[in-house]
């Protein structure tokens, strides 16, 4: 039988070099923080795993590669852009309706990401996706007919 694997890392980002905080006023990367964790080849055991990087946005402007290697252990990678991540809104309006929709309504992950990229989230901040391949960027943008024309 399948199981799946998600981990949160709910924290600070330094905004001078994405650190992540740990312990008491010290930052390190987000390798040392998993790797502290437990034993990253367990995570290929599992169906799929995610993990949700619950940071402000120090973290995004300056660590996207070592967003996209934790990717070599987990099947996606989540994190968001805003300068202040509201930690509730984030997980109540995008991280579980996720969650709902792939893993329990068994919808494909990049349907199941733009399903619970609400207005509520979008008002809020970004969204970035990666995968082993790429790094996808949400933002919220108003549909036009023209480039500087009236809104659809």
Not at 54 to 77: I, P
Not at 143 to 152: A, K, L, S, T
Request: aromatic fraction near 14%.
């Amino acid at each position: 039988r399948s199981s799946h694997l998600i981990i949160v890392i709910n924290t600070h980002a330094n905004p001078e070099d994405s650190g992540l905080l740990y312990g008491s006023g010290k930052f390190t990367s987000l390798d040392m923080i998993l790797s502290h964790i437990f034993d990253l080849s367990v995570i290929k055991h599992y169906g799929k795993s995610f993990l949700f990087l619950v940071t402000c946005g120090g973290f995004v402007k300056y660590a996207l590669e070592e967003m996209r290697s934790s990717c070599q252990w987990f099947s996606s990678a989540i994190a968001f852009g805003a300068d202040s991540v509201d930690p509730l809104l984030v997980s109540t309006q995008f991280l579980f309706t996720l969650m709902d929709f792939h893993i329990f309504g068994c919808e494909l992950f990049d349907l199941a990401v733009h399903c619970a990229f609400k207005k509520e989230v979008t008002f809020h901040t970004s969204v970035y996706v990666a995968n082993q391949s790429q790094i996808g960027h949400l933002v919220e943008c108003t549909w036009r007919w023209w480039p500087n024309g009236v809104d659809v």
